[in-house]
């Protein structure tokens, strides 16, 4: 349905919009539900993208119900992760403050004064940056300019026209190429073409009303078709003053609106009573989903999980469900004008809390699932499957938090997702629903245990140990309370984790050392694995040669488990151990093979991690210029993380010896530029950058193998 509307007749817009663009750093395309005002948007950042050379993101924010993740949401929009313990905002003004930027915030109209609020500090942070916003009102912010959307121009009525002018109209053009799709023996001609002028003028020239109404003609005439209609659509009530401008514009926009309604009405009753049940209760859904969610969620109650199929075809050939290709699956959306309608018939029909809770229940079975399969080849694929499915975690997570009695619910939900929090760069905000379900569900649990740790360890790689500690003591008490060893023991493993961080080599080791017991004697490979990872990590900063004996099992049980993700910090671990013993080419070798697995997941805080171990490697093996470049590379990833290494105590040592070594071996000026061309590299080039070895430098004479000495 988008792709055939997108250019429709919206010439004067696109150039408008352009020129509004070239003067003004925020502008708002407003107008009423239906009438275009994203698929222009998204047209408008097309065509203006060479005048951006630092980037052009969407943040699109019809499925976001929480306005306290909205700077998460755009943050992620832009390529950031929520790893850092400062506020989101801070993180993405520092990120667009020296960029010449487009930010596309689609859908505003539920979240007006956050995204005012949002729009106008980027905007006093970012100087260079412009915001292109879509709402059906205006943000009001001080220098914003706003371009109405209107309705596609139709024929005047009780004008006769040839077929050959009324194609000139584009409220036309659109419902012509519309109906050749539903039904391609159609063509506009002497016969249909005043009914076909009459139909886009009663439907105020709305695309998806024409939209909606053309798919009539799989079944009907263009007459039939104006003849239904006709029964839905009533003049809008009131008239204008004359000499009223802004009065005529209320009333034709509650005209338009009232139109639009009454073609989804009339979309509704062409539907088949499955088809309306289906249209209905898929709206839970937040953003899109799969056939496997919908035939879990939607079935049942007069609805056979064998029909979903045909009865989703069947929303698929009305234009009320998008067919989408996500990789290999297909994925389904209603448009947010048509799913806030099937929410109404929902609570029409007394279900919306009972399909709420269908659907809570099928992602919470989701994560216990991906939980379940970490440790196994299938863990990129649940990466990956758990960042398309935000939209609809963040509204069952919201269900949980809203309905009462449901928030053990959500504390199960929000610590099963420890593994896409960590690696998907979203700690921020699996901390928010953590702490909102932890304070909703205080009674002892298994559950809550958990959580406490997940939240402690979300904190500590956020270098936040003052939230962390009190944590971990509630969740030790919590253990022994309950009696429960499993949580016991995560309690003790994520204290040592915190005394890495703080750089107490010998405290973290006796503590994980502890864990990892437990763990072997409960058999939790998942345990064992991050107990090995960050024995390797203390061991070798403390120069404990056990690093190797830890670091090779760790790297064994994840090739055994065939995960590659944990493999690369497997990998990376031991890097780390055998550059500070000097074998800096076989240590360069480990963490490259590293950085490839977490460049390939987009892994930021992963590839951080590597980019700084090479920049290690480098410095201490003759390539200072490779070095310095490969540092501000990773500084830059860091800022944009929120975090950088000198909140670990465990890397800060490190990375500022190197930063010395390197400044004395290129002097200050060559350091500085190298640097700076380091830091100007985009994500994607700085992971190439840092898996290229150039040749071996040694510009003072200095041995390049005393890594780490």
Same mark, same amino acid.
């Given at each position: 349905?988008?792709?055939?509307? $997108? ?12 020129? @509004? ?26 065509? %203006? ?39 989101? %905002? ?26 005012? @609020? ?32 209107? /309705? ?6 009780? $004008? ?15 419902? %012509? ?11 506009? #001609? ?21 939209? &909606? ?58 539907? /088949? ?51 989408? +290709?996500?990789? #290999?699956?297909?994925?389904?959306? @209603?448009? +947010? ?16 809390? +009972? ?61 099963? &997702? ?54 971990? #003591? ?84 994840? +090739? ?42 987009? #892994? ?92 071996? @430098? ?12």
């Amino acid at each position: 349905m988008n792709h055939l509307s $997108r250019l429709v007749g919206r010439a004067n817009e696109l150039s408008g919009a352009r020129r @509004l663009l070239g003067r003004t750093r925020l502008l708002t395309l407003t107008g009423v539900a239906g009438v275009g005002k994203s698929r222009l948007a998204l047209s408008v950042a097309e065509l %203006v993208r060479g005048d951006f050379p630092d980037g052009v993101w969407t943040a699109e924010l019809a499925p976001l119900e929480d306005p306290s993740l909205l700077p998460q949401t755009v943050a992620s929009a832009v390529g950031l992760r929520g790893q850092a313990a400062r506020p989101a %905002v801070e993180v993405l003004g520092d990120h667009l403050s020296g960029k010449r930027a487009l930010l596309v915030l689609d859908n505003c109209e539920h979240l007006v004064e956050p995204c005012a @609020l949002l729009a106008d500090r980027l905007l006093r942070r970012a100087p260079r940056l412009c915001v292109l916003a879509t709402s059906r009102e205006p943000l009001r912010v001080e220098g914003e300019a706003v371009l109405w959307v209107p /309705s596609l121009p139709v024929p005047e009525p009780h $004008r006769r026209y040839s077929p050959e002018a009324l194609a000139r109209y584009p409220a036309v053009q659109l419902f %012509v190429a519309r109906a050749a799709r539903v039904s391609p023996a159609f063509t506009l #001609d002497a016969h249909n073409g005043d009914a076909v002028a009459l139909l886009c003028g009663r439907l105020d020239g709305l695309p998806l009303a024409i939209e &909606l109404a053309a798919v009539g003609l799989r079944t009907l005439s263009p007459e039939q078709v104006l003849d239904q209609l006709d029964q839905w659509l009533e003049p809008a009530a009131g008239e204008s003053a004359a000499g009223e401008p802004a009065a005529e514009e209320a009333a034709a926009a509650r005209s338009r609106h009232e139109t639009l309604g009454a073609a989804v009405d009339w979309s509704f009753d062409l539907c /088949s009573p499955g088809e309306r049940t289906l249209w209905a209760r898929v709206s839970v859904f937040a953003g899109d989903f799969g056939l496997r969610a919908a035939e879990r969620v939607c079935s049942g109650d007069g609805v056979d999980r064998l029909d979903v199929l045909d009865l989703v075809t069947g929303l698929v050939d009305k234009s009320i469900l998008v067919r989408e +290709e996500r990789g #290999d699956e297909v994925r389904y959306r @209603l448009l +947010e004008t048509i799913r806030k309608y099937g929410r109404a018939r929902l609570a029409g029909y007394g279900q919306a809390a +009972e399909l709420r809770r269908r659907h809570r229940d099928w992602y919470r079975d989701l994560v216990r699932e991906a939980e379940g399969e970490w440790l196994t080849p299938r863990q990129e694929e649940w990466l990956t499957r758990l960042r398309g499915e935000l939209a609809n975690l963040r509204a069952a997570l919201e269900f949980c938090c809203a309905e009462p009695g449901e928030a053990r619910a959500g504390l199960e939900t929000a610590a099963g &997702l420890w593994p896409h929090w960590i690696c998907g760069g979203s700690l921020g905000e699996g901390r928010h629903w953590l702490g909102q379900a932890l304070w909703l569900a205080p009674e002892d649990s298994v559950a809550r245990g958990k959580a406490l740790w997940v939240d402690a360890w979300l904190a500590a790689l956020q270098g936040d140990t003052a939230s962390a500690l009190p944590r971990l #003591d509630e969740c030790r008490e919590l253990a022994l309370r309950l009696g429960h060893e499993p949580t016991l023991i995560r309690a003790i493993q994520h204290r040592g984790a915190l005394a890495l961080y703080e750089g107490d080599f010998p405290r973290a080791i006796r503590l994980i050392e502890k864990a990892l017991q437990g763990h072997r004697a409960a058999r939790d490979r998942n345990g064992m694995m991050t107990a090995l990872y960050q024995l390797t990590m203390a061991c070798a900063l403390s120069g404990d040669d056990r690093a190797s004996v830890y670091g090779e099992e760790c790297l064994a049980l994840c +090739e055994a488990a065939g995960a590659q993700w944990t493999r690369s910090y497997a990998l990376w671990a031991l890097g780390l151990h055998t550059w500070r013993r000097g074998d800096r080419r076989r240590a360069t070798a480990l963490v490259r093979g590293a950085l490839r697995t977490r460049w390939a997941v987009r #892994d930021g805080w992963g590839m951080a991690l590597c980019i700084e171990a090479l920049a290690w490697t480098a410095a201490f093996g003759g390539q200072p210029g490779h070095g310095a470049r490969l540092l501000g590379s990773a500084d830059a990833m860091w800022s944009s993380l929120g975090a950088s290494p000198s909140g670990f105590r465990h890397l800060a040592a490190v990375h500022d010896e190197v930063a010395a070594r390197l400044r004395a071996d290129l002097g200050t000026g060559a350091y500085a530029a190298a640097y700076r061309a380091g830091a100007r590299l985009t994500t994607d080039e700085a992971a190439a950058t840092a898996l290229y070895d150039p040749p071996r @430098l040694h510009p003072h004479g200095r041995r390049a193998a005393s890594a780490g000495a």
